[in-house]
């Protein structure tokens, strides 16, 4: 399933798991280790996930690890909303923003794929 010319996907996952390792430094400076923690698994879990599908099995499996990293991108959104309504949490709008592209972007992958 690996092709060679640009893969966004990959490119804009790997980009927000390392703006999410930062968030979550900033997160734990603060002494705010469960939401960091618990953020920065599944914020970093997407990529992984996605990451894997390019070498996947079959179509089948392909859809399978975009699934979960679909799941996984839903849970860290679930993480950065109780940041972003909790005040003494430091909140991002562009890392929330990117997530919701790439959950957007996750989403498109999934449903054209079944088809296809």
Do not use: P
């Given at each position: 399933m690996r092709n060679d010319k640009e893969n966004i996907i990959v490119n804009k996952t790997i980009e927000f798991s390392v703006s999410i390792i930062k968030?979550?430094?900033?997160?734990?400076?603060?002494?705010k280790y469960a939401i960091a923690n618990q953020l920065?698994?599944?914020g970093?879990?997407?990529?992984?996930?996605?990451?894997e599908a390019q070498n996947?099995?079959?179509k089948a499996d392909f859809i399978?690890?975009?699934?979960?990293?679909?799941?996984?991108?839903?849970?860290?959104?679930?993480?950065?909303?109780?940041?972003?309504?909790?005040?003494s949490y430091?909140?991002?709008?562009?890392?929330?923003?990117?997530?919701?592209?790439?959950i957007m972007i996750l989403s498109?992958?999934?449903?054209?794929s079944k088809t296809n």
């Open positions: 968030y979550c430094e900033k997160l734990e400076s603060k002494r920065l698994r599944a970093t879990s997407i990529g992984a996930n996605v990451f996947a099995e079959s399978h690890k975009m699934k979960i990293a679909a799941k996984e991108a839903s849970e860290s959104l679930y993480w950065m909303i109780l940041c972003e309504r909790v005040t430091e909140f991002d709008t562009v890392l929330k923003n990117e997530l919701n592209q790439i498109k992958i999934i449903s054209t």
